[in-house]
T-cell receptor, first 114, second 112 residues
Framework: DTAVSQTPKYLVTQMGNDKSIKCEQN?????MYWYKQDSKKFLKIMFS???????INETVPNRFSPKSPDKAHLNLHINSLELGDSAVYFC?????????????FGDGTRLSIL | DQQVKQNSPSLSVQEGRISILNCDYT??????FLWYKKYPAEGPTFLIS?????DKNEDGRFTVFLNKSAKHLSLHIVPSQPGDSAVYFC???????????FGTGTRLKVLA
């Protein structure tokens, strides 16, 4: 009964490919997030959705497209993968996106581009 | 532009002693601060938080101190236990943006 689950855990692929990472939360939260942790260990927000609506969209290449079919799911699709996309991607959720609410994280998806 | 900084990448402490992890921030608009703990191959898990209207929050062995004038917060763990060995991230947010800004983490090793 994992609260925030991401699949796959590991993803190894070639440059130029298109791939998707899925995230699901069973906490009944309204808000979900995607973070990227790069090689320098910075954990940076990429996107946030509140009840299927995009509310945070950081400066991310438009090769990255989030999709929220319902408030329990937030998927991340990446087109034309580049070497610099290699990182760990974390999904998170919070009750309603308030800035004074702890976010609950998944275990991450380690993406490696060959 | 790193708004949240953890200047010590690592810290080693003997079991039973106090661990003190530090975090500095630059944005005076931050009004909520959190500490997360992360084990290898797992996501960060929430540990403790503090609002800017307080200067201390305690939860069991964990205490967070906030010094707004110095733009500095610290996490105290006492007594430290081997199971506390992990990477600790501090994060800050302001109520206007709904975003968390994370530090780069401090790896704590508690020696038995």
């Amino acid at each position: 009964d994992t609260a925030v689950s991401q699949t796959p855990k590991y993803l190894v692929t070639q440059m130029g490919n298109d791939k998707s990472i899925k995230c699901e939360q069973n906490l009944g939260h309204d808000t979900m997030y995607w973070y990227k942790q790069d090689s320098k260990k910075f954990l940076k927000i990429m996107f946030s959705y509140n009840n299927k609506e995009l509310i945070i969209n950081e400066t991310v290449p438009n090769r990255f497209s989030p999709k929220s079919p319902d408030k329990a799911h937030l998927n991340l699709h990446i087109n034309s993968l580049e070497l610099g996309d290699s990182a760990v991607y974390f999904c998170a959720s919070s009750p309603d996106g308030g800035s004074n609410q702890p976010q609950h994280f998944g275990d991450g998806t380690r993406l490696s581009i060959l | 532009d790193q708004q949240v900084k953890q200047n010590s990448p690592s810290l080693s402490v003997q079991e039973g002693r106090i661990s003190i992890l530090n975090c500095d921030y630059t944005n005076s608009m931050f009004d909520y601060f959190l500490w997360y703990k992360k084990y290898p191959a797992e996501g960060p898990t929430f540990l403790i938080s503090i609002s800017s209207i307080k200067d201390k929050n305690e939860d069991g062995r964990f205490t967070v101190f906030l010094n707004k004038s110095a733009k500095h917060l610290s996490l105290h763990i006492v007594p430290s236990q081997p199971g506390d060995s992990a990477v600790y991230f501090c994060a800050a947010s302001d109520s206007g943006t709904y975003k968390y800004i994370f530090g780069t983490g401090t790896r704590l090793k508690v020696l038995a």
